[in-house]
């Protein structure tokens, strides 16, 4: 986004309130003009041409003005967001109409853009005929009260709006639970009413005097059943870490796969093993943990785990909910951290997912699994880019999960970074004792193998258990 934005023709009735001659003022007017300004973010618009096509969508979508405020220095970082949440918006099921950006040393305490921007903004909603109006943060209750109050239509925030597209995608019983928790973690201090609504219960004659308000009664049915999310939440968390402490038992080594929304995590996890996990073009499109058995090139068993995606300012609700499936990535042997190599600005991605990491590692005794950085969907960067992004990661893989490129090469690096539990070990297994040499095969990594006249002679790698059952077998030198 650039500093200084120019309006189309047929967007000027509307358009930047505060617009003025460039040729005629000072650098400081200049600047002060520019920092007044609530100014369009170009291309945020998917308004669609075939009026059909829009008839249909009218039916079905909110009509959405998008709103950020612009506190750095930085405008393609500015621009960035405001892209994401356009995406955000239209995964949730929305058309957006425009988008808008405040420059401010900080969000205004009362209205998030300031009073005289409000005024302005109202213009625009009712010139656009929007529904709702998105703002890129997360609103106290007082500041969504009063946008509310002055616009006249609904306004949620960042978080409300990833809080939503998760309850869309959430399909099993614990991510349902987790996302529900988090909405009502949410939605607890913002609980609001109207007129009768928050009068006290009944009325007249004989209920004067003290009583409970319904939003009193409303807390309380919500305490109530966060402690019943949480109670269940805990139950499951309890299921989840058996599974683990199973795979821990029998030597499995786990990998486990993080990274940004829309990263290409599930193709990543389906070009290694062929999971089959869903894939779609859209943000948080999997919010279920998919687990997958896997073999290195040498033989070696262990585990891939799909985790949920992240995003710049995720939600804190969130965070907190989704702790036992995120726990997953801090109980790994190897963290696979995907990039988005065609993303504008990956670097931000990967400070938005470390962000959460240390989130989760703060609260546990256990050190950072290692990082493995993966830069997926090379296919759609160029060689410019990619050069830059060799030279900004160093040590990554990169990789097509699309075109397979690079794909087996990372299988080999998982392989190298994996830590090693099993032995090696030369055994001699009498022909009679021929499921020792089964079991061998089936659990281990046969390395050599030679029929001698009385039995088996066998080189191989296992897993300590077996190690131990093959121990009379052993060949001492």
């Known amino acids: 986004m650039s500093e200084h934005m120019s309006l189309p023709e047929h967007d000027r009735d509307i358009g930047e309130p505060n617009r003025f001659d460039r040729a005629n003022v000072s650098t400081g007017e200049m600047e002060l003009a520019d920092r007044a300004a609530l100014r369009r973010v170009a291309g945020l618009s998917t308004e669609l041409e075939d009026i059909t096509e829009v008839e249909y969508r009218q039916l079905r979508l909110e009509r959405v003005v998008l709103v950020g405020v612009w506190t750095g220095s930085d405008a393609q970082e500015a621009e960035a967001s405001m892209t994401e949440l356009a995406r955000l918006a239209e995964t949730a099921g929305s058309e957006v109409l425009d988008g808008l950006v405040q420059r401010r040393d900080r969000p205004d305490t009362a209205t998030y853009i300031g009073s005289g921007k409000v005024a302005e903004l109202r213009e625009i909603v009712i010139a656009t005929g929007c529904d709702t109006v998105v703002c890129d943060g997360e609103l106290s209750p007082g500041q969504l009260r009063q946008l509310e109050e002055k616009l006249k239509v609904k306004v949620i925030d960042r978080t409300a709006l990833i809080l939503d597209i998760f309850a869309q995608h959430a399909r099993s019983k614990e991510g349902k639970a987790q996302v529900e928790l988090a909405q009502l973690s949410y939605m607890m201090p913002r609980l609001r009413g109207w007129g009768q609504a928050m009068s006290r219960t009944g009325g007249g004659i004989g209920t004067r005097g003290p009583g409970e308000t319904k939003l009193e009664t409303d807390k309380r049915r919500i305490n109530k059943r966060m402690a019943k999310l949480r109670k269940e939440l805990r139950a499951m968390g309890t299921v989840r870490e058996t599974m683990r402490g199973m795979r821990k038992s029998n030597d499995v080594p786990s990998v486990a796969i993080a990274g940004y929304t829309n990263a290409g995590k599930s193709s990543l996890l389906n070009a290694i093993t062929g999971a089959g996990a869903l894939v779609e073009d859209a943000l948080f499109a999997t919010l279920d943990p998919t687990t997958r058995r896997s073999e290195t090139p040498d033989g070696r068993v262990h585990t891939l785990t799909d985790t949920v995606g992240f995003v710049r300012h995720l939600p804190h609700q969130l965070v907190e909910a989704f702790r036992s499936t995120l726990e997953e990535v801090a109980d790994s042997d190897l963290l696979v951290h995907v990039v988005d190599a065609s993303d504008?600005?990956?670097?931000?991605?990967?400070?938005?997912?470390?962000?959460?990491?240390?989130?989760?590692?703060?609260?546990?005794?256990?050190?950072?699994?290692?990082?493995?950085?993966?830069?997926?969907?090379?296919?759609?960067?160029?060689?410019?880019?990619?050069?830059?992004?060799?030279?900004?990661?160093?040590?990554?893989?990169?990789?097509?999960?699309?075109?397979?490129?690079?794909?087996?090469?990372?299988?080999?690096?998982?392989?190298?970074?994996?830590?090693?539990t099993d032995v090696e070990l030369e055994v001699f297994v009498p022909y009679a004792r021929g499921e020792v040499v089964a079991r061998v095969h089936a659990e281990g990594v046969v390395l050599d193998e030679k029929h001698t006249d009385d039995g088996t002679e066998l080189r191989a790698r296992v897993l300590p258990p077996l190690a131990g059952a093959l121990d009379e077998f052993v060949v001492r030198h």
């Open 344 to 420: 504008p600005l990956p670097e931000r991605q990967v400070s938005a997912v470390r962000e959460v990491f240390n989130d989760i590692i703060a609260e546990r005794d256990t050190p950072m699994p290692p990082e493995l950085l993966v830069v997926n969907k090379i296919d759609a960067a160029d060689e410019v880019t990619l050069t830059r992004l060799r030279h900004l990661f160093t040590g990554a893989v990169f990789v097509s999960a699309h075109s397979g490129e690079g794909i087996e090469h990372l299988r080999q690096v998982i392989a190298e970074r994996l830590p090693r």
